[in-house]
């Protein structure tokens, strides 16, 4: 097996469960720590440092076309990346989202 191509490491799935839980609790319960303030601010780090990891990738697939971590991959894998990027992406910024609307309004 190809040593650059692993797919996400285990810390960005771990990251992507943390972010969904996080989404998930936050959605049903009126607050995890108790205080509003904590809640919205672990939220919105959690799902920076989420969103930080597709960033990365998509700057690196842009200006070097992706040949400094995956240099062999073809062009459906490379589709499959991005889609698999975009995933995570959107998972850090349901969790920045819940973060920012606890911070900013609190849960009434």
């Given at each position: 097996?190809?040593?650059?191509?692993?797919?996400?490491?285990?810390?960005?799935?771990?990251?992507?469960?943390?972010g969904?839980?996080?989404s998930c609790l936050l959605y049903d319960q009126p607050t995890l720590t108790g205080?509003?303030?904590v809640d919205g601010s672990v939220g919105v780090l959690l799902g920076l440092y989420i969103c930080?990891?597709?960033?990365?990738?998509?700057?690196?697939?842009?200006?070097?076309?992706?040949?400094?971590?995956?240099?062999?991959?073809?062009g459906r894998s490379s589709i499959l990346w991005v889609a698999l990027d975009m995933l995570v992406f959107l998972i850090g910024w349901?969790?920045?989202?819940v973060g920012t609307t606890r911070l900013i309004g609190g849960a009434d």
């Open positions: 097996m190809d040593q650059h191509w692993r797919g996400l490491p285990i810390k960005v799935w771990v990251l992507v469960l943390l969904m839980a996080y205080m509003n303030q930080s990891h597709p960033a990365a990738h998509l700057v690196n697939l842009l200006f070097f076309g992706g040949r400094t971590q995956h240099p062999f991959l073809s349901v969790a920045i989202f």
